[in-house]
């Protein structure tokens, strides 16, 4: 599974648009194929995302999309600095013999 953090800073009437803006993100995401769970959280002017698809491969895949481009484009016109983003690889099956080894 691959786990994605995007941290949006936004200008006030960023803040304002989010929650219209995330509805119409969670209506296209949740569409493409691996997609898992997307959620977010507020704290003042900083929106982060948490997305989670199944593999690189499928999130690269809706990373290519006109409707992905076209989301991306709305919310930065309220940037007020640069988004950052964090990639995050869970391997279940190593997880699972990690601790399989550690418990003999």
């Known amino acids: ?20 803006w995330y509805q119409e993100l969670y209506k296209e995401v949740s569409q493409q194929a691996g997609f898992i769970k997307v959620r977010y959280e507020a704290e003042e002017n900083i929106f982060t995302i948490y997305l ?9 895949h809706w990373a290519s999309t006109a409707e992905h481009d076209q989301l991306v484009a709305q919310i930065e016109a309220y940037f007020i600095k640069p988004k950052e983003v964090e990639h995050h690889y869970r391997c279940l099956s190593r997880l699972q013999n990690l601790q399989n080894i550690s418990e003999t």
């Open 52 to 60: 989670s698809f199944a593999n690189q491969k499928t999130l690269d």
């Open 1 to 20: 599974m691959l786990n994605l953090r995007v941290k949006y800073f936004l200008s006030p009437e960023g803040m304002l648009c989010f929650p219209i």
